[in-house]
């Protein structure tokens, strides 16, 4: 382009420059369905990391509510254990 200016009437493409706006328009056609390829693969990689994303946090979801049950085992029969030494402490307190 700055040839082309600075030879002004001699130049090989003149001032609307057609001839670099035709190569630049082939270059953006052949660049078109590359990018949109690469486009394709990049969602294919982002929709496996999501399903594995979902995979994870649904095994971590069920491993949390395995614990959280017994979690809750353990309370129920931390309870169970202190109402029994209650009873005892009760007897004993009765019989003397």
């Known amino acids: 382009m700055a040839v082309n200016v600075v030879l002004a ?3 090989f493409d003149p001032y609307p420059f057609i ?4 190569v630049l328009s082939c270059v953006a056609a052949i660049q078109a369905p590359l990018i949109m390829m690469s486009q394709n693969r990049q ?3 982002d929709r496996r990391r999501a399903e594995n994303d979902y995979k ?3 095994k971590t979801e069920i491993m949390i509510e395995d614990l959280y ?3 809750n ?3 129920a029969k931390q ?8 009873e005892e402490e009760d007897i004993d307190t009765k019989t003397l």
């Open 9 to 11: 009437s001699k130049a």
């Open 19 to 22: 001839l670099l706006n035709l």
């Open 43 to 45: 969602e294919e990689k």
């Open 56 to 58: 994870v946090n649904l």
């Open 69 to 71: 049950d017994k979690v």
């Open 73 to 75: 085992a353990i309370l």
């Open 79 to 86: 309870t169970a254990l202190e109402k029994k030494l209650h």
